[in-house]
């Protein structure tokens, strides 16, 4: 297994190992969660995917999520991003499966809305445009590591609430059913997830976040629009052409992504499966400190 570095700073490509000697092989598992760790972003090249073996790929990472209420692929372990409608025609650009994909073009972290959020990501093209529809990544690592120092040890005892409706609701109101509100209540998180592995340190931030617990409402959303503009500058980022037989993986603790758009009449497929984060992956030190009784 060869790792190949893509920059700027992070993400690399795995050559010589596919995804089932990966999921067969602890050997490989080891070298791969190794590259993980280190790289946050890894691609892999020309596989050979099938919802099963992807299935099988992910499960080596940790616990699969299901796939919540209100996407496609709902009470699975599989999201399913598509712009083709039941009839095999692609979606005018107003359907709900148009307006979804206009969400993931805001920079985000998958799953911070979650109960359990999520450690790794992994989306495989099925069909893709012949152009556009890339993923950009950016290490909230990197971002991390460039604040002064003042604003790190307040970050790293600060916590951000996240809710879904915020995201969904920068596209268009209403975008996040009633269900899917009742069903995602909004959840607080420690502003920087440590990596337990290396001890590096990472921003957690994404679209969903609103608000910073004890600040006010104006000043809280105005430093979390400071940290997102920051962490997502021109020139941060790694920009994944997606080729057919693509999967690319990322850890949801040290990066943000975004969907860049592609012609609305071109058809895309792509199967993405999300790891939950464990306690071994420093889930419990997100948490906020438990609340003082209040008697
Ligand atoms: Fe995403």
């Given at each position: 297994m060869d790792i190949v570095p893509l920059g700027p700073g992070f993400a690399a490509e795995l050559r010589g190992v596919t995804l089932a000697q990966i999921a067969a092989d602890d050997a490989a598992y080891a070298a791969a969660r190794a590259a993980f760790e280190q790289h946050s972003v890894l691609v892999f090249r020309g596989q050979d995917v099938t919802d099963d073996g992807q299935l099988a790929f992910s499960r080596r990472f940790g616990p699969p999520e299901i796939t919540k209420v209100g996407?496609?692929?709902?009470?699975?372990?599989f999201v399913i991003l598509t712009t083709i409608g039941p009839d095999g025609k692609v979606v005018p650009p107003d359907h709900r499966y148009a307006m979804r994909n206009k969400a993931n073009q805001l920079w985000h972290t998958d799953?911070?809305?979650?109960r359990v959020p999520a450690l790794a990501s992994i989306l495989s093209a099925r069909i893709i445009p012949a152009r556009g529809g890339e993923t950009e990544f950016v290490s909230t690592r990197l971002a991390f590591e460039q604040l002064d120092e003042g604003l790190r040890k307040k970050l790293e005892n600060s916590f951000a609430w996240h809710d879904y409706a915020h995201s969904r609701g920068q596209i268009?109101?209403?975008?996040?059913?009633p269900e899917e509100r009742a069903a995602l209540p909004p959840q607080c998180w420690r502003m920087v997830w440590k990596?337990?592995?290396?001890g590096r340190r990472a921003l957690y931030l994404a679209s969903h976040a609103y608000a910073v617990e004890g600040m006010e409402p104006a000043a809280g959303k105005e430093l979390i629009d400071r940290l997102m503009a920051a962490a997502t500058a021109p020139g941060l980022g790694y920009v994944h052409q997606w080729k057919s037989g693509d999967v690319v993986m990322w850890d949801n603790r040290a990066t943000m992504h975004r969907g860049r758009p592609w012609p609305a009449h071109e058809a895309r497929l792509m199967v993405r499966t999300t790891i939950s984060a464990a306690a071994a992956d420093g889930?419990?030190?997100?948490?906020?400190p438990a609340k003082q009784a209040a008697e």
């Open positions: 996407s496609l692929g709902t009470g699975s372990h799953s911070s809305f979650k268009a109101e209403g975008l996040a059913s990596n337990p592995v290396n889930l419990e030190t997100m948490r906020p």
